[in-house]
């Protein structure tokens, strides 16, 4: 039996796994992400946790197939990082340095493609080739996937769902600077913007009402959905309008078989499928309009399942 490791790297944890290389996960932990001084720590913390895990289950080097790896960043088909909003590093040879690290094969990719690789291998899009995966958390990030391989591109920044622009008057600006973003309307924080919006404009009443302005948030909103408020309801509509438009020009892009909404947002459940599907299924081309919505089913642990599948793919 041979063995790989799956490691996703977060601005605050990094979370790892023993696999077997048919994909079964042994154990899996976390280490803290030490982003002071540049990020210097990170890669080094990660060979350390991996060559003691590796003593503890007495294996060999040569029994470990490689290590996979997500990055909140741009990553290119080198596996080189040229900079990262939260882990302190610029340009980073992450391939390179974990490998002299450890002298163990290294694959690394962007962490929202990956995890949805890991949503395609054994989660929500399971038995699926082409699919696009929508990670509706603090921000938005998605990863789109094409016979069965991520859009990478370029610079390393293919499936940046969230910057897809999808409103040409917006007046404030995208964590990225630009204005209208998908992110600014469908990721928790453009949830609770979006509900702030809405209230100011009347005085309609409605559940949020009863909570301060800013304490509103993306689960608030779909808690009162679930009641029948119907500001909530217009908010959810608002959101679902947005991205669910937006995935109408993708879908007529990439076909997806399947999309796959995950992120601490979809905690909602099916009912925010709903919302995403009904402007989808009125807007888009004829051929798209089959196109299966779902949850994602792995959580926290997309990332580690699909890091491995890089590896193994
Ligand atoms: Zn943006």
Request: proline content about 2%; aromatic content about 6%.
């Amino acid at each position: 039996m041979s063995y790989c490791f799956g490691v996703d790297v977060g601005g605050t944890t990094v979370k790892l796994g023993l696999f077997q290389t048919d994909g079964q996960l042994l154990e899996k932990w976390e280490i803290k992400t030490r982003t002071e001084n540049g990020g210097e720590a990170i890669l080094p913390d990660i060979a350390d946790s991996i060559c003691s895990k590796m003593k503890e289950h007495g294996l060999e080097k040569e029994q470990v197939l490689g290590i996979g790896m997500g990055i909140p960043a741009p990553v290119t088909g080198e596996g080189i990082v040229k900079n990262t909003a939260n882990l302190g590093w610029g340009y980073k040879e992450v391939k390179r340095e974990l490998e002299e690290l450890t002298g163990i094969r290294v694959v690394p990719g962007n962490d929202a493609n990956v995890a949805a690789l890991g949503e395609m291998w054994m989660g929500g899009g399971k038995g699926c080739r082409d699919m696009i995966m929508v990670t509706l958390g603090t921000g938005v990030g998605g990863g789109v996937i094409t016979d069965g391989e991520c859009v990478v591109g370029s610079h390393g920044a293919g499936g940046e769902i969230g910057h897809i622009r999808v409103n040409y008057e917006e007046t404030e600006a995208c964590g990225c600077g630009n204005k209208g973003c998908l992110e600014q309307y469908a990721s928790a924080t453009g949830i609770a913007r979006l509900a702030r919006r809405r209230l100011v404009k009347d005085e309609e009443p409605s559940i949020l009402r009863q909570e301060a302005v800013d304490a509103i948030t993306a689960k608030s909103v779909f808690d009162a959905v679930k009641e029948g408020d119907k500001v909530a309801i217009q908010i959810a509509e608002e959101f679902g309008n947005y991205l669910g438009n937006a995935l109408v020009n993708l879908a007529a892009v990439c076909d997806p078989e399947v999309v796959v909404i995950g992120g601490g947002v979809s905690k909602a459940g099916k009912i925010l499928l709903d919302y995403i599907e009904k402007p989808f299924r009125e807007r888009a081309f004829f051929a798209n309009k089959e196109t299966r919505f779902v949850l994602a089913e792995l959580a926290n642990d997309a990332g580690i399942y699909g890091a491995v599948k890089l590896l193994l793919s």
